[in-house]
């Protein structure tokens, strides 16, 4: 998958993203959200699909929510 912001060059089978374990995202299911996310992308006459991903060059750090594995099962 790419990331559909113009100019990016990110890619999953980048070698040079392995290295910085870039991740992709959808877009928001919530319809406020998501109209701000195509706002912030500002294309013209552009559609969204669904395997349209942004990665996460694209997004403050402050954005991500972490969630730790613990091991638990």
């Given at each position: 998958m790419s990331c559909i912001i113009v100019g990016c060059k990110s890619h999953s089978s980048r070698k040079e993203n392995d290295s910085e374990n870039i991740s992709f995202h959808r877009f928001p299911t919530d319809i406020n959200l998501r109209q701000k996310w195509i706002d912030a992308i500002a294309r013209c006459n552009w559609e969204r699909k669904k395997h349209h991903?942004?990665?996460?060059?694209?997004?403050?750090?402050?954005?991500?929510?972490?969630f730790e594995h613990n091991g638990a099962s």
């Amino acid at each position: 998958m790419s990331c559909i912001i113009v100019g990016c060059k990110s890619h999953s089978s980048r070698k040079e993203n392995d290295s910085e374990n870039i991740s992709f995202h959808r877009f928001p299911t919530d319809i406020n959200l998501r109209q701000k996310w195509i706002d912030a992308i500002a294309r013209c006459n552009w559609e969204r699909k669904k395997h349209h991903r942004i990665c996460a060059r694209h997004f403050k750090d402050d954005c991500f929510i972490n969630f730790e594995h613990n091991g638990a099962s």
